[in-house]
């Protein structure tokens, strides 16, 4: 069953995230995943929750999305993450 990484991010330095941005791709496709929607264009239609950027990206399952933010190869780059935005993941099983 296919699950969904939602991501909301707030920037706060650009020049590490573009760092993060750079490496991270090679690591999703490793656990299966790929993206759906990477900070594109976004309009709230309902509701007060206003996001700066939302990265959607699918992958095999929950498992697999649990194998890619534990992978001991993600950890730095989950660090730098840390340092250079905020940032909220949620995983969702899909309907598949």
Excluded: C
């Excluded at 650009?14 to 900070?39: D, F, M, Q, T, W």
């Excluded at 929950?62 to 909220?88: G, S, T």
């Amino acid at each position: 069953m296919s699950a969904y990484l939602i991501v909301s991010t707030d920037i706060h330095d650009s020049e590490a995230y573009n760092r993060y941005k750079a490496a991270v791709p090679a690591l999703i496709r490793k656990h299966g995943g790929e993206y759906l929607a990477r900070g594109g264009e976004m309009e709230v239609f309902e509701g007060s929750w206003t996001p700066r950027r939302i990265v959607l990206l699918r992958f095999p399952s929950l498992d697999h999305i649990r194998a890619f933010l534990h992978d001991p190869a993600y950890q730095p780059w989950k660090a730098l993450r840390h340092d250079a935005a905020k940032a909220e993941l949620v995983g969702v099983a899909g309907l598949d």
